[in-house]
C-alpha cells in the first residue's frame, strides 16, 4: 500500500523519537533518501534497519517531514476528512460549535490534531485556512472540499491565508483565495462580544482566537481598575476589561491600523463609552512615563522569538518589558503577561518575568499561570504546540 512512496531511512539512534511518536523528522536525522523527492510528497519514514515508522509530507529546511500518520495507511481523500471530523467533534465536545454567544474558535491546530503544517479557524461562518507545509499546500482543494462535508451549512466560505507562511523552493505558486463562497461580514462574538475580524489584511488568520479564556479571566479582575493593554492588536483585552467594570482603559499598539481597529471594535460594544482612549506609541517608550497611572496592566507582545538563535534577544526583552511594566504599576497592580514565542520555555519565560520584577525590586506573587484554550489543543508527544504561556501576578 505505501511502496508507492520513496522512503526516508534515519541514521542509527535518530528513531527514537518516531518511536515516541514525535511527528516531526529533522534533516539533520537522514541517512538516505531511496528514490526521487520533491517538496510537499508524501515521504515514508523508515529506521536503519528497515522498520515503517511514519508517513508525512517531505519539505525542504530544518524540518524535512511532517509527519500525519504512525501507521501504514493511503492518506485518501477519506483519510484527511475523518482527521477533520475528529478535530470539529472535539470542538462539539468543548461547546464551542453551536453557541450563542461565540461563533469564533480554532477548528483545526496543526499537530494537536494531527494535521502537521495545517491551521484553520473558524469566523461565524467563514473558515479561513493556514498552510505551514507545502504538502497541506498541494492538497488544499481536497481539504476544503471535506471541511464543507464536515461542516455542512455552518460554513459559508473557506479562505486560504497561506502566501505570507510558505515559501516553495519548487517554485509553486502561493496566493491567498477564497476557495468556496464569500463571506457576508466579518463581525463575530465571542462570550457575547462583538469583533471586527479582518482575515485577509490582519495578523495570523485575523484574529488571536487563543486568549478568549485570558481575556475573560481578565474581566473578572477589572472592576474600578485603571487597565493599560499594551500591543493591543484589535483590542480585545480592553473591552473585556470595560465589560468587567473597569473605570478607564487605554489602548496602546505600535500600528496605526491596529488602533483604528481596536476603536472600531469598542465602539461596537460601547458606543461612546468615554472610559476608553488608544494611542499608536512604542510599548518600551509608553511604558516609560506612566508612573502609579494604571494598577491593570496588560503586556501580550508579538512572538520575541521565532528561531532557537534568537533565543537570548528574546528573553532579554521579556525581561526589559516586564521590568518596565512592575516600576511602573501601582503597589496593588495586576500584571497580565504573556509569550507567544514556542522557543521560549515556560521556565524560561517566568525567568525571564521573575527578573523583571527583581530589577524593579517588587515583591510579586502569582495569581493564576496560563496556557492556550482547549481549541488549541498540545499533542501530549509534540510539548513544542504549547506555546502559549502567561502569568497573573499581583504586585505589591
Known amino acids: 500500500m505505501i511502496e508507492q512512496y520513496t522512503r526516508i531511512i534515519l541514521k542509527s539512534g535518530k528513531d527514537q523519537s518516531l518511536r515516541r511518536f514525535h511527528p516531526w523528522v529533522f534533516s539533520g536525522a537522514i541517512k538516505k533518501i531511496k528514490g526521487p523527492v520533491n517538496e510537499g510528497d508524501v515521504v515514508a519514514v523508515y529506521s536503519n534497519h528497515d522498520e515503517f515508522l511514519g508517513i508525512g509530507h517531505y519539505q525542504g529546511g530544518s524540518i524535512a517531514v511532517r509527519v500525519f500518520s504512525?501507521?501504514?495507511?493511503?492518506?485518501?481523500?477519506?483519510?484527511?476528512?475523518?482527521k477533520l471530523q475528529k478535530a470539529f467533534e472535539l470542538r462539539q465536545m468543548l461547546e464551542l460549535t453551536d453557541s450563542e454567544d461565540n461563533n469564533v474558535f480554532r477548528?483545526?491546530?496543526?499537530?494537536?490534531?494531527?494535521?502537521?503544517g495545517l491551521i484553520i479557524?473558524?469566523?461565524?461562518?467563514?473558515?479561513?485556512?493556514?498552510?505551514?507545509?507545502?504538502?497541506?499546500?498541494?492538497i488544499k482543494d481536497q481539504l476544503a472540499k471535506a471541511l464543507k462535508e464536515v461542516l455542512g451549512d455552518r460554513v459559508i466560505a473557506i479562505y486560504d491565508k497561506s502566501e505570507k507562511k510558505l515559501?516553495?523552493?519548487?517554485?509553486?505558486?502561493?496566493?491567498?483565495?477564497?476557495?468556496?463562497g464569500k463571506p457576508a461580514n466579518g463581525e463575530v462574538k465571542e462570550y457575547g462580544l462583538k469583533f471586527k475580524v479582518n482575515w485577509e489584511e490582519g495578523q495570523k488568520t485575523g484574529f488571536f482566537i487563543d486568549q478568549r479564556e485570558n481575556r475573560k479571566l481578565l474581566e473578572?479582575?477589572?472592576?474600578?481598575?485603571?487597565?493599560?493593554?499594551?500591543?493591543?492588536?484589535?483590542?480585545?483585552?480592553?473591552?473585556?476589561?470595560?465589560?468587567?467594570?473597569?473605570?478607564?482603559?487605554?489602548?496602546?499598539?505600535?500600528?496605526?491600523?491596529a488602533i483604528d481597529l481596536t476603536r472600531e471594535n469598542v465602539e461596537l460594544n460601547f458606543p461612546g463609552d468615554k472610559r476608553?482612549?488608544?494611542?499608536?506609541?512604542?510599548?518600551?517608550?509608553?511604558?516609560?512615563?506612566?508612573?502609579?497611572?494604571?494598577?491593570?496592566?496588560?503586556?501580550?507582545?508579538?512572538?520575541?522569538?521565532?528561531?532557537?538563535?534568537?533565543?537570548?534577544?528574546?528573553?532579554?526583552g521579556y525581561k526589559r518589558i516586564n521590568a518596565r511594566a512592575f516600576e511602573q504599576i501601582k503597589p496593588g497592580g495586576i500584571l497580565f503577561t504573556y509569550s507567544c514565542s514556542q522557543v521560549v520555555s515556560k521556565e524560561k519565560f517566568r525567568e525571564a518575568v521573575f527578573s523583571g520584577a527583581a530589577i524593579a525590586g517588587r515583591n510579586v506573587r502569582i495569581l493564576h499561570q496560563m496556557t492556550q484554550p482547549g481549541d488549541h489543543p498540545i499533542n501530549i508527544y509534540h510539548p513544542e504546540g504549547e506555546?502559549?504561556?502567561g502569568l497573573v501576578l499581583y504586585v505589591e
Open 70 to 82: 504512525f501507521e501504514e495507511v493511503e492518506p485518501t481523500y477519506d483519510f484527511w476528512k475523518n
Open 107 to 116: 477548528l483545526v491546530h496543526a499537530e494537536g490534531d494531527g494535521l502537521p
Open 121 to 138: 479557524d473558524f469566523y461565524n461562518g467563514t473558515a479561513v485556512m493556514q498552510m505551514h507545509s507545502i504538502g497541506m499546500y498541494l
Open 167 to 180: 515559501f516553495s523552493k519548487a517554485g509553486i505558486e502561493i496566493q491567498d483565495e477564497y476557495l468556496l
Open 220 to 257: 473578572h479582575y477589572s472592576k474600578d481598575r485603571s487597565v493599560l493593554n499594551m500591543f493591543c492588536y484589535t483590542g480585545g483585552f480592553s473591552f473585556y476589561a470595560m465589560n468587567g467594570g473597569a473605570k478607564l482603559v487605554h489602548s496602546v499598539d505600535a500600528s496605526g491600523k
Open 276 to 316: 476608553h482612549d488608544a494611542f499608536v506609541a512604542d510599548a518600551f517608550e509608553y511604558l516609560k512615563e506612566i508612573k502609579d497611572k494604571y494598577d491593570l496592566i496588560v503586556l501580550d507582545p508579538p512572538a520575541f522569538a521565532k528561531h532557537r538563535h534568537s533565543l537570548p534577544q528574546a528573553l532579554q
Open 387 to 389: 506555546y502559549l504561556k
